[in-house]
């Protein structure tokens, strides 16, 4: 004989101070998560056309698919029937757009010639800015023909970085940037309109001469990149580099990265496959450093590497260079 459910009002105070904290304990994740959802919804819609709205759309999509995943179990399990639906329904639309918008998991088909591929690897080295022998070190296996390093403490450190990697590598290096590649570099003229943190350099590849541009904004949390973006948006229309690299500290959907002048894609985009996201390395949430493709770029292979030697993924992009039009 099955035993007689036990109604609440035989249950034991204890039991009914128990039952009732984690009620109450559900309806307030449940209506903090629902809050956050709210922040999310805003980032989303206005991304960071101010410091308001940039600094919402700095939820992450996959913190805010679980925290309200968490609350309809939590809600369901402590009786709370109507909230635990309401975050269920809630649930559906970021992890919709974490899995169909922010992340795609088809890899585009390749328009480049893998049999005259280049490699470019862009990494912000953060707290290592100072080790070049652990940056080389990472670095070597992925054999890069032109290496974009954000963060790096100094020209003797981007020297020793590029003499360990080879004797046929030279370096450029711009405040705390170092480009370091086959082949010669220059850096380019300099543009007073120009962001004081993008430098165009000049790379004669074993492939042909290319034009980078190397990023490295501002990264406080509350500060509006949008007047940033933007002015690398012109400047990318105006000087029509073939590749744009580097540390944005702003997400690849944000207005203006979204919105790229003709003829520019984001190598994710264009090559890419899986988890999009570069920070932080353990357990990457914000897609925050980025590398564009001009109109002669063909990409081949995009993907990020975990390094576990810095707080960034790198990013390895590999490309061709559309022929020359016939005369």
């Given amino acids: 004989m099955s035993a007689t459910p036990q109604s609440p ?11 009732s904290a984690r009620s109450v304990a559900a309806w307030l994740w449940a209506n903090v998560t629902m809050g956050a959802f709210g922040v999310w919804v805003v980032g989303e819609v206005f991304r960071d056309m101010n410091s ?31 909230v635990a639906l309401a975050a269920a329904v809630l649930w559906l639309f970021p992890t919709f757009w974490l899995f169909f918008v922010e992340n795609q998991w088809v890899r585009p088909r390749v328009r480049g010639d893998p049999a005259h591929a280049l490699r470019l690897v862009h990494w912000n080295v953060g707290p290592i800015g ?24 100094g020209q003797e450190v981007s020297r020793q970085v590029a003499t360990t990697l080879g004797r046929d590598y030279t370096v450029c290096h711009v405040r705390q940037i170092a480009v370091i590649a086959r082949g010669s570099l220059r850096r380019g003229p300099k543009d007073e309109r120009m962001p004081s ?25 509350l500060y509006s990149r949008q007047p940033w973006l933007r002015q690398v948006h012109e400047r990318i229309a105006y000087i029509g580099p073939d590749l744009v690299a580097g540390d944005f500290n ?49 990409a081949i292979r995009y993907k990020l590497v975990g ?21």
């Fill in 197 to 221: 943190r993008v430098y165009t350099i000049e790379w004669t590849s074993p492939r042909g001469p290319l034009k980078l541009m190397a990023v490295d904004l501002p990264s406080r949390p």
């Fill in 9 to 19: 009002a035989s249950e034991t105070p204890a039991a009914q101070i128990a039952r």
């Fill in 52 to 82: 308001l709205t940039g600094a919402c759309f700095l939820v992450p999509t996959s913190l805010c698919s679980v925290a309200l995943l968490v609350a309809a179990l939590l809600a369901f399990a402590s009786g709370c029937r109507r």
């Fill in 130 to 153: 100072g080790r070049p022998g652990t940056i080389a070190e990472a670095l070597k296996p992925l054999n890069a023909d032109i290496i974009v390093l954000s963060e790096l403490l």
């Fill in 250 to 298: 702003a997400r690849r959907r944000s207005h203006w990265l979204g919105r790229l002048p003709r003829g520019y894609a984001h190598a994710y985009d264009a090559a890419g496959t899986g988890w999009c996201y570069s920070w932080p390395d353990g357990f990457p949430l914000w897609d925050i450093d980025q590398c564009i493709l001009g109109p002669r770029i063909r």
């Fill in 307 to 327: 390094t576990g030697a810095s707080d960034h993924r790198l990013q390895c992009f590999d490309f061709s260079i559309a022929p020359a039009p016939s005369p």
